[in-house]
């Protein structure tokens, strides 16, 4: 199973224009890329939604392919046709969940999923999800994954691990089900993407969820 998603907080320092330099446009984006870039009514957002799908890909792509080294040049990102390609890898879907000029976040997954599967995109506040934690990163998207997931499947959210291996797993115990899952944080915000098969014995729900607390 293929999936990847990533989050960028847009008001963060680290997304300012010190990254859009002409050296790092032309290390990241191919020239049709940066020519939608310069031609958009809001080129930043753009560039970092173009950026967002690149590094969702990776993640994706390596799942199968450990040796896979980050490359973003070499990811074609279609935004009118909404798929993500890589001349070695293959292509991958996408979807985009934009948060206005405070955030964009996306995710991608093989296109043959979306007939059989859930897709479950989550996205929250860091200060909201890991109090006591001194806003940890690590510990917050792990907790958006246990609250939001537990509440989907009716199950308490301590029944719920999130991995710290690479690539993450959602482990949950009361019927040992094992499935892949994306993280991703920035910022102010922690994002997470899963995909669910609909025979999954502890599925209550068969309609999509995307949900924001935000």
Sequence with gaps: MLIGNDIVDLKDVDAYPAMESSNYLN???RPIEQLQI???ANPRKLLW?????????FKAWKRQNPKMIFSPISIHVDIEKKKISHHQYGKL???IDDGDDDW???YVFNSNLEKRSTLLHWIGEVSKLSE???LNSSVAVRTLVSQRLGAFLNLPPESIEVTKELP????ESKTGSIQPVSLSHH???VSAFMVLPRTMKSLFYEKLSTSHSV
């Excluded at 939604?49 to 890909?57: A, R």
């Excluded at 993450?168 to 482990?171: D, F, G, I, Q, S």
């Design 27 to 29: 290390r990241v984006f």
């Design 38 to 40: 310069k031609n958009s």
């Design 49 to 57: 939604m173009i950026w967002t799908l690149k590094e969702s890909g």
């Design 93 to 95: 879907k996408f979807e």
């Design 104 to 106: 964009i976040a996306v």
């Design 132 to 134: 006591g934690f001194h």
């Design 168 to 171: 993450p797993m959602v482990k």
């Design 187 to 189: 910022g102010r915000y």
